[in-house]
């Protein structure tokens, strides 16, 4: 049983820069490939980026590449993500997720899912 929980989403103004946490609650994940999931109001939820389990192989999403960084801090079990010169566009819920293969995980194919953390951009 892996519980993830999610943290660091707010309000920020376009232009503006936030970093998301995700960390576990009742096991360790350290064994995962983890990534991070968005979903905007009314769309479904979107692949934005993974990271193995070492930290040396990062994927990301068009929207997310050169603006967004994944990233992992294996001594404290917890997986970031800095998103940088945010956009109205990337107002959605992000959400944290595990699984076996970086590239199963582009697809939403994962083993455990964060209760997500909200992120709204202001024009």
């Known amino acids: 049983q892996v519980q993830l929980v999610e943290s660091g989403g707010g309000l920020v103004q376009a232009g503006g820069s936030l970093r998301l946490s995700c960390a576990p609650s009742?096991?360790?994940?350290?064994?995962?490939?983890m990534g991070w999931f968005r979903q905007a109001a009314g769309k479904e939820r979107e692949f934005v980026a993974s990271?193995?389990?070492?930290?040396?192989?990062?994927n990301y999403a068009d929207s997310a590449k050169g603006r967004f960084t994944i990233f992992r801090d294996r001594a404290v079990n917890t997986v970031y993500l800095q998103m940088n010169s945010l956009k109205s566009e990337d107002t959605a819920i992000y959400y944290c997720?595990?699984?076996?293969?970086?590239?199963?995980?582009?697809?939403?194919?994962?083993?455990?899912w964060g209760q997500g953390t909200q992120v709204t951009v202001s024009s």
């Open positions: 009742g096991r360790t994940f350290s064994s995962y490939v």
């Open positions: 990271i193995t389990t070492g930290g040396a192989s990062t």
């Open positions: 997720a595990s699984g076996l293969t970086a590239r199963t995980m582009t697809t939403g194919t994962v083993n455990y």
